[in-house]
């Protein structure tokens, strides 16, 4: 693959082509969020089946993404991404048509597919149009529409179920699939892969097996608890099938992930910060709501627009600071934003009862702009770090961090409040944790967000371990680069 076959000069239509499809895959899983509740009552189902509604689509999404990533780099990543636009158009129209529950799940899966080929591949087309200079700001520009979808979404939804029916939150995804679909035709780049390469399906089974055991144990251990045996034995299964794939890996000539990337220290801490920082804003959105409404009084609105703060500052960074890195290098912008994400998160520990809208603003936006300075180079030293024929699998690595950094956020860090809640009260509550006085669900939300400043600060000293290693190679490339006396 040669960078004669890259036009830059058609740079910004391939973006809006990504663009397209991220914030089409973003803006559906804040809407469908939204609408959980209005699925309960109009399908006449419990909250525990209308819940695969969403669960579905994220363990489809994150068992195909490394698969569809390799298999872009061998088949082309132009067809597998226009297809994914199509597939998830479809899926949308045929969820809104869904005269059930169940035919509801099962269509999400066949849009999880779609998004999974949308999603897996952004990174990689972007990291390919773009020269290697102007990376940065490219995927900065990515987060930006990430978090435009954020915003959007519950907005967008909140009216459409208002005005119509929540059949028209799947719906609105018509015009723009069609969009994307032109878009990703006309724009997106056709580069020939490398020949020769031949499909690891061991490695894909045992890979999609053991990711499907985490996300189940995950899953299940949120409503029987971390110490059941079916979530225990969940977790085995992962562990098996982990191993099963590395040695697997190890000896395939062609395998679905070269494991000596990881022997690139700098990589692995890039892929292992972003994992953590993952966790800690997935579990902080799981929980801050409920501090919201339960314990301040907000209602839906205000909580909705309370929570933008975080979007909004990650969206208006994300572009500065990939530019700034793209000039400055990657290490020390994300070291910065990992700083600034641990005041944020300490600020977030000091929360009371008592604390106002504008007092929690204050604390809350440092969050934002943490993940803003951060993200955007860390994914850009990520995909700097991935051969041109690896582009995919490293793209569709960076997708699937994101969702497991996610489901452990949401699942581990929800069951720590709710554990420490039950603590204080010294009893099981009727109706769960949130159900709580006020005060006990705070003093467990300080507990929760002082173990997640312990665990940013464990990314902090992985980061700057990262920097100062990074720099003592330059200057080993340096000595050893200048002739002998």
Same mark, same amino acid.
């Given at each position: 693959?040669?960078?004669?076959? #890259?036009?830059?000069?058609?740079?910004?239509?391939?973006?809006?082509?990504?663009?397209?499809?991220?914030?089409?895959?973003?803006?559906? +899983?804040?809407? @469908?969020?939204?609408?959980?509740?209005?699925? @309960?009552?109009?399908?006449?189902?419990?909250?525990?089946?209308?819940?695969?509604?969403?669960?579905?689509?994220?363990?489809?999404?994150?068992?195909?993404?490394?698969?569809? =990533?390799?298999?872009?780099?061998?088949?082309?990543?132009?067809? #597998?991404?226009?297809? =994914?636009?199509?597939?998830?158009?479809?899926?949308?129209?045929?969820?809104?048509?869904?005269?059930?529950?169940?035919?509801?799940?099962?269509?999400?899966?066949?849009?999880?597919?779609?998004?999974?080929?949308?999603?897996?591949?952004?990174?990689?087309? /972007?990291?390919?149009?773009?020269?290697?200079?102007?990376?940065?700001?490219?995927?900065?520009?990515?987060?930006?529409?990430?978090?435009?979808?954020?915003? $959007?979404?519950?907005?967008? +939804?909140?009216?459409? %179920?208002?005005?119509?029916?929540?059949?028209? #939150?799947?719906?609105?995804?018509?015009?723009?699939?069609?969009?994307?679909?032109?878009?990703?035709?006309?724009? @997106?780049?056709?580069?020939?892969?490398?020949?020769?390469?031949?499909?690891?399906?061991?490695?894909?089974?045992?890979?999609?097996?053991?990711?499907?055991?985490?996300?189940?144990?995950?899953?299940?251990?949120?409503?029987?608890?971390?110490?059941?045996?079916?979530?225990?034995?969940?977790?085995?299964?992962?562990?098996?099938?982990?191993? $099963?794939?590395?040695?697997?890996?190890?000896?395939?000539?062609?395998?679905?992930?070269?494991?000596?990337?990881?022997?690139?220290?700098?990589?692995?801490?890039?892929?292992?910060?972003?994992?953590?920082?993952?966790?800690?804003?997935?579990?902080?959105? #799981?929980?801050?709501?409920?501090?919201?409404?339960?314990?301040?009084?907000?209602?839906?609105?205000?909580?909705?627009?309370?929570?933008? $703060?975080?979007?909004? &500052?990650?969206?208006?960074?994300?572009?500065?600071?990939?530019?700034?890195?793209?000039?400055?290098?990657?290490?020390?912008?994300?070291?910065?934003?990992?700083?600034?994400?641990? %005041?944020?998160?300490?600020? /977030?520990?000091?929360?009371?009862?008592?604390?106002?809208?504008?007092?929690?603003? /204050?604390?809350? @936006?440092?969050?934002?702009?943490?993940? =803003?300075?951060?993200?955007?180079?860390?994914?850009?030293?990520?995909? =700097?770090?991935?051969?041109?024929?690896?582009?995919?699998?490293?793209?569709?690595?960076?997708?699937?961090?994101?969702?497991?950094?996610?489901?452990?956020?949401?699942?581990?860090? +929800?069951?720590?409040?709710?554990?420490?809640?039950?603590?204080?009260?010294?009893?099981?509550?009727? &109706?769960?944790?949130?159900?709580?006085?006020?005060?006990?669900?705070?003093?467990?939300?300080?507990?929760?967000?002082?173990?997640?400043?312990?665990?940013?600060?464990?990314?902090?000293?992985?980061?700057?371990?990262?920097?100062?290693?990074?720099?003592?190679?330059?200057?080993?490339?340096?000595?050893?680069?200048?002739?002998?006396?």
């Amino acid at each position: 693959m040669d960078d004669h076959q #890259i036009d830059y000069s058609r740079k910004w239509h391939v973006m809006a082509a990504v663009a397209m499809g991220i914030f089409l895959a973003t803006i559906d +899983g804040s809407i @469908v969020n939204l609408a959980l509740p209005t699925l @309960v009552r109009d399908l006449r189902a419990d909250f525990a089946t209308v819940q695969w509604v969403v669960l579905a689509y994220l363990l489809t999404l994150a068992t195909l993404m490394l698969g569809i =990533g390799r298999l872009a780099d061998m088949r082309g990543k132009k067809p #597998i991404y226009t297809a =994914g636009f199509v597939i998830f158009t479809i899926g949308s129209v045929l969820c809104g048509l869904a005269p059930s529950v169940y035919w509801l799940i099962g269509f999400r899966v066949l849009q999880a597919v779609g998004a999974a080929m949308i999603l897996a591949l952004g990174a990689a087309i /972007l990291t390919e149009a773009f020269p290697p200079s102007e990376r940065g700001k490219a995927l900065g520009l990515f987060g930006t529409v990430v978090s435009v979808g954020i915003v $959007v979404g519950p907005t967008l +939804g909140g009216a459409l %179920i208002d005005a119509l029916s929540w059949h028209w #939150i799947f719906f609105v995804n018509l015009p723009v699939g069609i969009a994307g679909t032109l878009m990703a035709m006309r724009f @997106v780049p056709a580069i020939k892969p490398v020949g020769g390469q031949r499909f690891d399906y061991w490695g894909a089974l045992t890979l999609c097996i053991s990711l499907l055991c985490l996300l189940f144990a995950l899953t299940l251990g949120q409503q029987v608890g971390f110490d059941d045996s079916r979530t225990l034995l969940l977790f085995a299964g992962w562990v098996l099938f982990t191993v $099963v794939f590395i040695l697997i890996e190890w000896r395939n000539a062609q395998p679905m992930i070269d494991l000596r990337l990881f022997q690139d220290r700098l990589f692995s801490i890039n892929l292992i910060t972003g994992l953590i920082t993952f966790v800690a804003i997935a579990g902080s959105f #799981i929980l801050i709501p409920f501090y919201l409404e339960n314990v301040l009084g907000f209602d839906t609105r205000q909580v909705g627009l309370l929570l933008a $703060v975080v979007p909004i &500052g990650l969206g208006l960074t994300s572009p500065v600071s990939g530019a700034l890195s793209d000039r400055f290098g990657t290490r020390s912008i994300t070291v910065i934003g990992l700083m600034v994400l641990l %005041i944020g998160y300490t600020a /977030l520990s000091t929360l009371t009862t008592q604390t106002d809208a504008p007092g929690f603003m /204050l604390r809350f @936006v440092p969050i934002g702009i943490g993940m =803003g300075i951060f993200q955007s180079p860390n994914n850009s030293a990520i995909m =700097g770090a991935a051969p041109r024929e690896r582009l995919g699998v490293v793209s569709g690595l960076l997708s699937i961090t994101r969702t497991i950094g996610q489901t452990m956020g949401i699942a581990v860090l +929800g069951a720590i409040w709710a554990s420490r809640v039950f603590t204080y009260a010294g009893r099981s509550i009727p &109706g769960g944790a949130t159900m709580a006085p006020a005060a006990f669900q705070v003093a467990a939300l300080h507990d929760t967000f002082v173990g997640i400043v312990v665990v940013i600060a464990i990314a902090l000293a992985l980061g700057i371990w990262g920097l100062i290693d990074e720099r003592r190679k330059k200057a080993a490339a340096v000595l050893s680069a200048k002739p002998a006396p």
